[in-house]
């Protein structure tokens, strides 16, 4: 499981966002905005796919 | 390079503008993006080889918004509009006119002999002597009239054989027929002079001049309201002095930039929103509001492009430019209003195009059947025309849109925005209405209700409260320092002040330790309340907060401090009930409070402690138990139970975000005017069933007339002409009926105000 910060989510409608895009992308995650992270299950593969996702939303991930 | 907007939807927050700006701004061929959140604009610059509107779409939509090209007309494409429409509305003027100036001699030509007293008429085109002569007088007049009313024969024919007959399409098989039957008879005369009692030109001419008059009428009264908007827009000047080092200069309005300062002199116009920063004045906001009293404004005070500045030199810090004035908002919004076509007028639609038909069947059976009993082609003609004619549902199309532009238009002039047609229509039959409490039923700002005290003087009570809690930042301490300085009571310098969280404040004045705060500040402090405890516990009932005054050993005095109703809440709930409307309350403020408040303006049910986000939840749950809801809020935390709401209505200067949410926008910042929004909405629905009666009336009662009913009585016919002319009328009525409602919606209400002022 890796974790990934990321700075800019705000709102619930960010957390949508984020969730409708990786379910769409068929990635195992789960989305934290208490703690502005997003933790991904998976390999390096899938954690890179995540990470452009993120960018592909606007958001800055940091690992 | 170019630049281009696109309309972004679904952003929240902050967050989103900037996540819509950052993936457009890495897209390859972009050079700058910005996001406006308030209008939802996203502001592109691209390279159109590069960059497909399509790319931009499908990056944003990827990002989790929607968005859409968007295309403003720019000022100069709306006046060269707007100079079309004027120039088309002159061209038919002029076309009417020609029209009118011919139709005379024809009528006097070819009806001239029919009057009781026959009009002299000159041997050479009198139809005994020269019957030829005769009737190619009136052949060459009403071609003239035809060709000016060629649109009806090109349009009305076209849509005919697209299988969807309008109304110009009855006009054109009516007066065409009537035309080619009047030519046929003329080219026989020279072999049988009796043709030329069977002549029917001026019917056709008569009856194309009239529906271009009904029709002339309409583009005149859709060109008047791109009139409000222009007024709207003229409203700011085209220049503004700019200060900058001391230096003034003029310049225009285009060039002016968010953070710049501009000088308003007395009597000038404000040419953008801003903040003042020096001066104080006196502002007319009437463009915005209706009220027509001036507003108090000082520094830090916001002003508003379009209003006129009256006492006052003011310097004004720009805060917003260009489409994102205020004004800019009103304007686009009563476009938009006046672009989105009310269900009620597709309804219209929908019936013609039954209608239409349904008439042109009629008119082939009555001719057919008195074809059948005997009769000849020409009589069987005029029947035909008569019945297309008469039937032709003009005013129908007349119908809603003259409504519900003259019934924004009197919204507007009350200060009540509405922005669609369907929240027009909407509004007339809601079963319940939610008000937000805080800033809706009251003032949304806390005032001090009472100073009492048994020891010293109140004025002295309330010097020592402000005194202290001029230190603090509290929204209940700024209400009584507003009170003390709005008495002149003079403040004293506190030493050793100190915020006590939770319970209220300390602090020395002259020496002499003071405490302010609540109950429970007096219990830790260990004095006795006893003298006050009453008085205290009826305020708290109240829905007021009580405040004590102590210094180290007594409770010296109490302050109660509410948010208080506005002054015609009560009023205008007590009318919205009598409309039969279930009023609600809804509130995050705790059950007592918020009862106390309740049953001041008497409401029906109030519903309390509810968090920001569940609003929205209560707007839905109301719709299933009530059915169509009306909300009324001032908020962003409103926002989402306006757009939730069957009507969403914003109020007062209510935060752009709830504006943008709702449907409708009651600058006044009063409940009454959202009532007057009702009662508007339900005079232009009357006015709109009643323009479909006028408009179907005289058609549905002409068709057995022109059927040739009256004929197989008493012998008389309606002729064509006449059938022309009781259309026209209709279409007269329905646009007369239309206006009525300008000074019908409201007045009433008027009178009421007067009475109460």
């Known amino acids: 499981m890796t974790v990934i910060k990321v700075e800019d989510m705000h709102?619930?409608?960010?957390?949508?966002?984020?969730?409708?895009?990786?379910?769409?992308?068929?990635?195992?995650?789960?989305?934290?905005?208490?703690?502005?992270?997003?933790?991904?299950?998976?390999?390096?593969?899938?954690?890179?796919?995540?990470?452009?996702?993120?960018?592909?939303?606007?958001?800055?991930?940091?690992? | 390079m170019i630049t281009k907007q696109y309309e972004i939807k679904g952003m929240t927050c902050a967050a989103c503008s900037s996540a819509v700006e950052r993936v457009t701004a890495k897209m390859e061929g972009v050079t700058k993006s910005s996001v406006n959140l308030t209008t939802n604009l996203l502001t592109i610059t691209l390279d159109e080889n590069k960059v497909k509107d399509e790319d931009v779409v499908a990056k944003v939509d990827r990002a989790g918004f929607v968005a859409t090209p968007y295309i403003r007309k720019s000022k100069e494409e709306r006046d060269k509009a707007e100079e079309n429409?004027?120039?088309?509305?002159?061209?038919?003027?002029?076309?009417?006119?020609?029209?009118?100036?011919?139709?005379?001699?024809?009528?006097?030509?070819?009806?001239?002999?029919?009057?009781?007293?026959?009009?002299?008429?000159?041997?050479?085109?009198?139809?005994?002597?020269?019957?030829?002569?005769?009737?190619?007088?009136?052949?060459?007049?009403?071609?003239?009239?035809?060709?000016?009313?060629?649109?009806?024969?090109?349009?009305?024919?076209?849509?005919l054989f697209k299988g969807h007959p309008?109304?110009?399409?009855?006009?054109?098989?009516?007066?065409?027929?009537?035309?080619?039957?009047?030519?046929?008879?003329?080219?026989?005369?020279?072999?049988?002079?009796?043709k030329v009692h069977h002549l029917y030109y001026e019917s056709?001419?008569?009856?194309?001049?009239?529906?271009?008059?009904?029709?002339?009428?309409?583009?005149?009264?859709?060109?008047?309201?791109?009139?409000?908007?222009?007024?709207?827009?003229?409203?700011?000047?085209?220049?503004?002095t700019v200060v900058k080092d001391g230096v003034y200069t003029e310049i225009s309005i285009a060039q002016i930039q968010v953070g710049d300062t501009v000088l308003v002199k007395p009597g000038e116009r404000i040419p953008v929103d801003g903040i003042i920063v020096e001066g104080t004045t006196t502002v007319d906001e009437a463009m915005l509001t209706g009220e027509s009293i001036p507003v108090e404004k000082e520094q830090e005070d916001q002003v508003i492009g379009g209003s006129v500045n009256h006492k006052g030199s003011i310097l004004v810090k720009v805060n917003r430019v260009g489409e994102e004035t205020t004004l800019s908002q009103i304007v686009r919004m009563m476009e938009d209003a006046q672009g989105k076509k009310a269900p009620i007028s597709k309804l219209a639609d929908k019936v013609a195009g039954y209608f239409v038909p349904g008439v042109m069947i009629i008119a082939v059976i009555a001719a057919g059947t008195w074809a059948l009993l005997g009769h000849d082609l020409a009589f069987c003609l005029t029947i035909f025309v008569s019945v297309l004619v008469i039937a032709c549902p003009c005013a129908l199309g007349l119908a809603?849109?003259?409504?519900?532009?003259?019934?924004?238009?009197?919204?507007?002039?009350?200060?009540?925005?509405?922005?669609?047609?369907?929240?027009?229509?909407?509004?007339?039959?809601?079963?319940?209405?939610?008000?937000?409490?805080?800033?809706?039923?009251?003032?949304?700002?806390?005032?001090?209700?009472?100073?009492?005290?048994?020891?010293?003087?109140?004025?002295?009570?309330?010097?020592?409260?402000?005194?202290?809690?001029?230190?603090?930042?509290?929204?209940?301490?700024?209400?009584?320092?507003?009170?003390?300085?709005?008495?002149?009571?003079?403040?004293?310098?506190?030493?050793?002040?100190?915020?006590?969280?939770?319970?209220?404040?300390?602090?020395?004045?002259?020496?002499?330790?003071?405490?302010v705060g609540n109950k429970k500040l007096m219990?830790?402090?260990?004095?006795?309340?006893?003298?006050?405890?009453?008085d205290g516990d009826r305020a708290a009932e109240l829905g007021q907060t009580p405040m004590y005054a102590a210094t180290k050993d007594k409770v010296i005095g109490l302050v109660s401090i509410a948010d208080p109703v506005k002054p015609d809440s009560k009023k205008a709930i007590r009318k919205m009930k009598n409309l039969g409307i279930k009023v609600y309350m809804v509130t995050g403020d705790n059950k007592k409070t918020a009862n106390a408040i309740a049953?001041?303006?008497?409401?029906?049910?109030?519903?309390?402690?509810?968090?920001?986000?569940?609003?929205?939840?209560?707007?839905?749950?109301?719709?299933?138990?009530?059915?169509?809801?009306?909300?009324?809020?001032?908020?962003?935390?409103?926002?989402?139970?306006?757009?939730?709401?069957?009507?969403?209505?914003?109020?007062?200067?209510?935060?752009?975000?709830?504006?943008?949410?709702?449907?409708?926008?009651?600058?006044?910042?009063?409940?009454?005017?959202?009532?007057?929004?009702?009662?508007?909405?339900?005079?232009?629905?009357?006015?709109?069933k009643q323009n479909l009666f006028w408009a179907f009336f005289y058609?549905?009662?002409?068709?057995?007339?022109?059927?040739?009913?009256?004929?197989?009585?008493?012998?008389?016919?309606?002729?064509?002409?006449?059938?022309?002319?009781?259309?026209?009328?209709?279409?007269?009525?329905?646009?007369?009926?239309?206006?009525?409602?300008?000074?019908?919606?409201?007045?009433?209400?008027?009178?009421?105000?007067?009475?109460?002022?």
């Open chain 1, 11 to 63: 709102c619930m409608k960010c957390v949508s966002r984020i969730e409708k895009l990786f379910q769409e992308e068929n990635l195992k995650f789960s989305v934290d905005l208490e703690s502005k992270t997003v933790s991904v299950d998976g390999d390096d593969q899938e954690v890179k796919k995540a990470l452009e996702a993120l960018d592909d939303l606007g958001f800055e991930g940091k690992l």
């Open chain 2, 85 to 159: 429409l004027a120039l088309e509305v002159k061209k038919t003027q002029r076309k009417v006119f020609v029209n009118i100036i011919l139709a005379i001699p024809l009528l006097y030509v070819s009806m001239g002999h029919m009057v009781p007293f026959p009009l002299p008429l000159p041997q050479i085109i009198d139809m005994h002597h020269n019957p030829l002569n005769f009737a190619l007088t009136q052949l060459i007049l009403t071609l003239v009239i035809l060709i000016n009313g060629s649109k009806f024969y090109s349009v009305g024919i076209k849509s």
């Open chain 2, 166 to 194: 309008n109304m110009d399409s009855l006009v054109a098989v009516g007066t065409g027929s009537a035309f080619l039957y009047s030519l046929v008879m003329t080219i026989g005369i020279p072999l049988d002079s009796s």
């Open chain 2, 204 to 240: 056709a001419a008569v009856v194309v001049t009239l529906v271009m008059v009904g029709k002339f009428l309409e583009q005149r009264s859709k060109s008047k309201t791109g009139d409000a908007i222009k007024k709207l827009i003229q409203l700011t000047p085209d220049t503004a």
């Open chain 2, 400 to 515: 809603t849109p003259t409504a519900i532009m003259v019934g924004t238009g009197v919204g507007a002039n009350h200060g009540i925005l509405i922005k669609s047609g369907e929240a027009l229509e909407t509004a007339h039959h809601v079963q319940s209405i939610i008000l937000d409490k805080t800033g809706t039923i009251t003032k949304g700002q806390p005032e001090v209700i009472g100073v009492l005290s048994k020891d010293i003087e109140e004025r002295q009570l309330l010097g020592i409260l402000a005194s202290l809690e001029q230190n603090s930042e509290h929204p209940l301490g700024e209400a009584i320092v507003k009170k003390a300085k709005e008495n002149n009571v003079e403040l004293g310098k506190v030493q050793d002040f100190q915020s006590l969280t939770g319970m209220g404040i300390k602090g020395k004045l002259e020496g002499v330790p003071y405490y």
């Open chain 2, 523 to 534: 219990d830790e402090l260990g004095v006795e309340i006893n003298e006050y405890a009453q």
């Open chain 2, 599 to 688: 049953k001041q303006v008497d409401v029906d049910e109030v519903i309390a402690e509810v968090l920001p986000d569940e609003k929205v939840n209560v707007v839905e749950m109301l719709q299933k138990k009530e059915g169509l809801v009306m909300m009324v809020g001032d908020g962003i935390n409103d926002a989402p139970a306006l757009s939730g709401a069957d009507v969403g209505v914003a109020i007062g200067s209510g935060s752009d975000i709830a504006i943008d949410s709702a449907d409708m926008v009651v600058v006044k910042s009063s409940l009454n005017d959202v009532y007057k929004g009702i009662l508007l909405s339900k005079a232009t629905i009357r006015n709109i």
């Open chain 2, 699 to 757: 058609n549905t009662l002409g068709i057995p007339l022109a059927a040739g009913a009256l004929y197989a009585i008493n012998g008389t016919l309606l002729s064509p002409m006449f059938a022309g002319l009781a259309m026209s009328l209709s279409s007269v009525t329905v646009v007369g009926n239309a206006l009525m409602l300008r000074h019908r919606a409201l007045k009433g209400e008027e009178n009421d105000e007067r009475k109460t002022a």
